[in-house]
């Protein structure tokens, strides 16, 4: 995160002496990016959180890739995969893949494990309900239109805090994701230029402490060969001897934190702006942002929808999130729905779009879109929900 932050008991130096009051000493840990070379906070535990008493593999839920072959537009409605009961980590059912980036859908009713992703950041989207964050750093409250970013390797769980259950779009990266560079100053603070800033960000602000012995936590990790799916990935289930969340204080750059796409604030113009403008976050090969409520275009012969395109570096997912997207009207695009535009495909608004645009002021809509650098891969939940006539609407009379 670009900013440093401050939570509970932290000594007035690093590195020295902080005990507690039994006298014993607190133990540091240093949760530091790059190798010692970038952002880092450092945490102060009750108890060691290197102390393990078990390791065992740990046979993850299967899924599954294939190529997007024939290349073609597709259509996935999320909402058909809302069935069972599940948790918002071992319950993910994953739509869209490549060797950068995990996209994938849950619907969880009840808590989920303690988890650790050694892989990469995860970016979690609240679509409907309430959930609570718990990590070593404390707690994030987070409801729909919140994003929620999770550096790598942060012991977390999801609970659900409402009576319906949490729908989440999870982007999992092999690397780190944060705000732009471009909305960045050399020293990390959001520019005037920004969509937004440090006031729209939330924080954990007072520690979670929790007691218990042998506690279970699961980790996603980096292996010479992956199971299941082949992407470079296993699973370690670790038995740590007291519970992880007993940290008594932190401090630094580097923790769990929420955004809502509702304070993203659009850039418009008088003609009509290209999706750069939405960006909210990078990551590795690719990027997210976001379509908000706002303003459209005002030149008086002004054509609000965006126009024929063929972004030929980049796959082009999008999730449906609220709203009346103007440019779908007519394709079957609905709440909850994701599109995917593949490079090598021209894609554009429905028929009829452009000329019932002309002369709108606003456009009511609510959407989240991950650009990749490499191509999607279809997982197996893809292909469940696939709306199967979609490529074809651009051809309806």
Same mark, same amino acid.
């Given at each position: ?5 401050? *939570? ?11 005990? /507690? ?69 071992? !319950? ?13 859908? #849950? ?10 992703? #050694? ?6 989207? *609240? ?11 404390? *707690? ?61 960000v939330r924080g954990p602000d007072e520690p979670l402490l929790v007691d218990g012995t042998d506690v279970e936590v699961y980790v996603r990790h ?6 299941? !799916?082949?992407?470079g990935t296993a699973w370690t289930r670790y038995t740590y001897a007291h519970h992880p969340f007993d940290v008594v204080g932190w401090d630094g750059?580097?923790?769990?934190? #929420? ?22 976050? /990078? !990551? ?59 490079? !090598?495909?021209?894609?554009?608004? /429905? ?47």
């Open positions: 995160m670009p900013y440093y932050r401050k *939570v509970g008991e932290v000594p007035r130096k690093r590195h020295t002496q902080f005990r /507690q009051p039994d006298g014993s000493l607190y133990a540091e840990e240093l949760m530091g990016q790059e190798g010692f070379s970038s952002d880092s906070s450092l945490l102060y535990h009750r108890h060691l959180p290197t102390a393990i008493v078990a390791a065992e593999e740990f046979a993850a839920p299967a899924w599954s890739r294939v190529p997007n072959l024939p290349l073609t537009p597709r259509h996935l409605r999320t909402h058909k995969l809302d069935t069972g009961s599940a948790d918002a980590v071992l !319950g993910r059912q994953y739509l869209l893949a490549n060797d950068d980036v995990r996209i994938g859908y #849950a619907v969880a009713d009840r808590p989920s494990p303690l988890y650790r992703n #050694a892989v990469g950041d995860e970016c979690l989207y *609240v679509e409907t309900g309430t959930v609570r964050v718990e990590s070593t750093f404390g *707690v994030l409250a987070a409801t729909a239109g919140d994003y929620v970013i999770i550096p790598t390797s942060v012991i977390h769980r999801l609970v659900p805090t409402g009576t319906e259950p949490v729908r989440l779009l999870t982007v999992e990266a092999t690397g780190h994701i944060g705000p732009p560079k471009r909305y960045l100053s050399v020293r990390g603070q959001f520019l005037e230029h920004s969509p937004y800033c440090e006031r729209d980096r292996a010479r060969t992956g199971r299941p !799916g082949g992407d750059h580097l923790y769990p934190w #929420a955004f809502s796409i509702h304070d993203f604030e659009p850039i418009t113009g008088r003609i009509h702006q290209p999706p750069p403008v939405h960006q909210t976050f /990078q !990551g590795p090969n690719f990027v997210i942002c976001s379509f908000v409520p706002r303003k459209v275009d005002y030149h008086p012969e002004a054509i609000p929808v965006p126009y024929n395109h063929h972004n030929v570096d980049s796959d082009e997912m999008l999730f449906y999130t609220g709203g009346n997207y103007e440019a779908r009207r007519g394709s079957g695009i609905g709440q909850g729905s994701i599109s995917l535009h593949p490079a !090598g495909f021209t894609h554009g608004p /429905q028929p009829g779009a452009v000329e019932r645009a002309i002369g709108a002021d606003f456009f009511d809509e609510l959407a989240v879109m991950v650009d990749t650098f490499r191509p999607l891969d279809l997982c197996e939940a893809a292909q469940r929900c696939e709306d199967t006539g979609y490529a074809w609407t651009w051809a309806r009379r």
